[in-house]
């Protein structure tokens, strides 16, 4: 087989494997309710795919160093999530979602021109949950009104997954580590969340979802850096995986947590 039809045929099989992935975890949202889909999203729904198929074409220098652009940028996700949340009360969705893009797009430019440390990756992610997890705390609890889904809407949201992946794989042999680790950590699930239910439902009840996401994104964060270290130390696979575990592990830690407050 020739050669660019065997990159095709593997670009191909690993959007497939990507949209399967979010299809189950969109079922799992939609039928959940808000709290638990909330964290549902904050598992690597997106960025796990293409970091698993990044670590197969690169090694783990490559995905080491990938990590370390990550996870500042997930200091920008909170702040695009703050920012659709106090618009989504009183704006549509192009206002709300639009101006939120544009916030992460800005603070992922001027993330990329610094080389940034564990330790300073891990400094942006505590200044910036400390201040928007407060901020968001108000907007949680809202009466969520009855979804119905519409036939495209987990497609849609595969189909968007399905493309990151197939931009971050075919462009990281010429954009580097630093690019390919920012536009993985794009925030592909917040924003299809955003433009399905915003229309549907509302923007207070949308904002809520998001709202409640904040905490397992923070454990998102943990998660990155883990990856970055086990990587270093014990190489791709045992990285992603230990990344994967602290990711799950913080998420039923808070359903938990949550669980026991709403028992007592």
Not at 49 to 58: E, G, N, Q, R, T
Not at 72 to 92: D, E, H, K, S, W
Not at 204 to 230: D, E, Q, S, Y
Request: proline letters at 5%; a positive charge; one cysteine or more.
């Amino acid at each position: 087989m020739p050669a660019e039809l065997t990159f095709l045929f593997f670009l191909l099989l690993r959007m497939a494997i990507a949209a399967a992935f979010v299809v189950t975890a969109s079922i799992i949202t939609e039928r959940s309710g808000p709290v638990i889909g909330a964290l549902v999203a904050t598992l690597p729904i997106s960025a796990g795919p293409s970091y698993v198929f990044l670590a197969l074409d690169h090694d783990a220098a490559f995905i080491a160093q990938g990590a370390l652009a990550s996870l500042p940028v997930n200091a920008a996700t909170i702040f695009l999530g703050l920012t659709y949340v106090v618009l989504a009360q009183r704006r549509n969705l192009i206002v709300s979602c639009g101006a939120a893009i544009a916030v992460w797009i800005a603070l992922a430019s001027i993330i990329r021109q610094f080389d940034w440390s564990l330790t300073s990756g891990l400094a942006a992610n505590l200044i910036a949950f400390g201040i928007c997890i407060p901020l968001l705390a108000r907007y949680r609890h809202v009466k969520m009104p009855l979804v119905t889904r519409r036939w495209y809407d987990i497609p849609f949201r595969a189909a968007l997954v399905a493309t990151l992946v197939a931009i971050v794989v075919s462009t990281s042999g010429w954009v580097g580590p630093r690019v390919s680790g920012i536009i993985a950590l794009y925030p592909i699930v917040f924003t299809s969340m955003m433009v399905i239910l915003h229309p549907r439902i509302g923007g207070p009840p949308t904002a809520a979802v998001i709202a409640n996401a904040a905490w397992g994104l923070l454990g998102f964060g943990m998660a990155i850096a883990v990856m970055h270290v086990a990587v270093v130390k014990f190489g791709s696979v045992i990285g992603l995986t230990l990344a994967l575990a602290t990711c799950v592990s913080w998420n039923l830690t808070l359903w938990w947590t949550a669980r026991r407050k709403k028992l007592s």
